[in-house]
């Protein structure tokens, strides 16, 4: 039987654990990957000075207890403001976790705000949904203004403001489109036509950096950068993946491009981890 909107029964618990381990395996599962073009794997650190696979690792476990209590929070519940300022404030707590874990390093920041409201959106059907179920639910918490948040120009902001584009606001706000049209269609077109399982995965990260502006890479490499990486992941698609040959020769140059102009996808990375949640956690 369901469990009644706030209360805290075993049935809620678990389910939570689960969305939870869910999303901190999703987050480990997207750093492990690898070879991934100028982000932190298994070879090394990528473009970045700051930060390593081990600190990742730390990063996303210590983010278990926020992503439990957000499904806590929003479980059996529709979207309000009172559940926004809620996880809103949950997510702020994770964040200062991360960062005494992390020393001071933002490792996870876009993954809290959108594996988070994921998590959410699951919990509020009960654990038991439809993936266009979960990024409509989330969608809705996303356009649901949380006036106690800290108004910061964070780096994201500040460079969505400057190049006019789009973000992770917008990205949440639209129902995670760069998910749901091209990351997990891409995962199991990959699966289908007989790719490992991490060549899929890699695939679907390749989708993602396809059509992103993401923030990231602007904000160390401008509009070049941005369109070098756009255009790099689309001809390793274009060559079958990175699980044919000649995919793996075109995903060599893309990494060669990365490396040049020190960007890092990260915006890209914090959608793969969305994307292997909802792999996980949606019904199928």
């Not at 639910?137 to 203004?145: P, Q, V, W, Y």
Request: glycine share 10%.
């Amino acid at each position: 039987m369901a469990c009644t909107i706030g209360q805290r029964t075993p049935q809620a618990e678990a389910a939570a654990y689960a969305l939870a381990r869910h999303a901190v395996t999703a987050l480990l599962d997207e750093a492990r990957l690898t070879p991934k073009p100028g982000l932190v794997d298994m070879r090394g650190s990528g473009n970045h000075d700051d930060m390593d696979l081990s600190m990742l690792e730390a990063s996303a476990e210590s983010l278990e207890t926020a992503f439990f209590d957000m499904a806590l929070a929003g479980w059996g519940r529709m979207p309000d403001a009172a559940l926004r300022r809620q996880i809103g404030a949950i997510g702020r707590e994770g964040e200062r976790v991360m960062m005494k874990t992390t020393g001071g390093v933002n490792t996870h920041r876009g993954a809290i705000w959108a594996l988070g409201l994921m998590v959410t959106a699951c919990a509020m059907h009960e654990g038991q949904a439809f993936t266009h179920d979960i990024c409509g639910k989330a969608a809705s918490l996303a356009k649901i203004g949380d006036e106690a948040c800290p108004k910061r120009f964070s780096k994201g902001k500040y460079v969505t403001a400057r190049y006019k584009v789009p973000g992770a606001l917008e990205e949440a706000q639209g129902g995670f489109p760069h998910v749901t049209r091209l990351a997990l269609p891409q995962l199991a077109a990959s699966r289908h036509r007989g790719s490992l399982e991490p060549e899929a995965r890699i695939d679907a990260l390749l989708a993602v950096m396809t059509s992103l502006t993401d923030t990231c890479v602007l904000s160390r490499g401008g509009m070049p950068a941005l369109a070098a990486m756009q255009k790099g992941a689309r001809a390793v698609l274009d060559m079958g993946g990175i699980g044919t040959e000649a995919g793996k020769r075109a995903f060599a140059r893309l990494e060669d491009v990365m490396r040049e102009t020190r960007a890092s996808p990260g915006g890209a990375a914090d959608l793969l981890a969305a994307t292997l949640f909802l792999d996980r956690a949606a019904i199928q």
